[in-house]
């Protein structure tokens, strides 16, 4: 995984609130079906993409990955927990949430579309306010800044091989985020 300098006073004001200070995300292109409880990253995968990692998946805005970041599926996201809309945020600290990540890679050529869809749940101790990068757990670690969702059922390790072969062929890749 990525090593992530978090500020904890990023959810400060209301630029955090409305996530429309982030320089990536297109304003002119409308939320998640204008659903308050959908966030969607779009990132691209990279020849070091190996989902190896049995508990956790990530997405980060670096641009970069080495071997070691076994558990990170996409670079280069053009948004971050920081970026979702507060009432995504107070959604998925709801211990009743269910958080379902949805990761589709379109394939080149006869490979097709690839999709996984991760479930876990939501819980009042997610902060879900880091600049860099995000995190879903099958534990239910929330200390991290960067945790999405927690008692995932499946991780990095977990996901269909020809999706992760695509990502690792650094294909275009979608995150969708659904808390309810």
Same mark, same amino acid.
């Given at each position: 995984?990525?090593?992530?300098?978090?500020?904890?006073?990023?959810?400060?004001?209301?630029?955090?609130?409305?996530?429309?200070?982030?320089?990536?995300?297109?304003?002119?292109?409308?939320?998640?079906?204008?659903?308050?409880?959908?966030?969607?990253?779009?990132?691209?995968?990279?020849?070091?993409?190996?989902?190896?990692?049995?508990?956790?998946?990530?997405?980060?805005?670096?641009?970069?990955?080495?071997?070691?970041?076994?558990?990170?599926?996409?670079?280069?996201?053009?948004?971050?927990?920081?970026?979702?809309?507060?009432?995504? @945020?107070?959604?998925? @600290?709801?211990?009743?949430?269910?958080? $379902?990540?949805?990761?589709?890679?379109?394939?080149?050529?006869?490979?097709?579309?690839?999709?996984?869809?991760?479930?876990? @749940?939501?819980?009042?101790?997610?902060?879900?306010?880091?600049?860099?990068?995000?995190?879903?757990? $099958?534990?239910?670690?929330?200390?991290?800044?960067?945790?999405?969702?927690?008692?995932?059922?499946?991780?990095?390790?977990?996901?269909?091989?020809?999706?992760?072969?695509?990502?690792?062929?650094?294909?275009?890749?979608?995150?969708?985020?659904?808390? @309810?």
């Amino acid at each position: 995984m990525s090593d992530v300098d978090a500020n904890a006073d990023a959810s400060d004001g209301p630029e955090a609130e409305s996530g429309s200070t982030d320089p990536r995300a297109d304003p002119t292109e409308p939320r998640a079906e204008s659903d308050p409880h959908v966030e969607v990253v779009r990132a691209r995968g990279h020849e070091n993409v190996t989902a190896e990692h049995a508990s956790t998946f990530e997405f980060t805005t670096d641009e970069w990955l080495t071997p070691a970041g076994d558990c990170i599926l996409g670079v280069a996201a053009d948004r971050t927990p920081r970026d979702f809309s507060a009432g995504f @945020r107070e959604a998925c @600290r709801d211990a009743d949430a269910t958080i $379902t990540a949805t990761i589709t890679v379109e394939g080149d050529g006869d490979e097709g579309t690839h999709t996984e869809a991760i479930v876990g @749940r939501g819980d009042p101790g997610l902060a879900l306010v880091d600049d860099r990068s995000m995190v879903g757990r $099958t534990s239910g670690y929330t200390d991290d800044e960067r945790t999405i969702l927690v008692d995932a059922d499946a991780a990095a390790a977990d996901l269909d091989r020809d999706l992760v072969a695509a990502l690792a062929d650094g294909a275009d890749v979608e995150l969708r985020l659904e808390v @309810r």
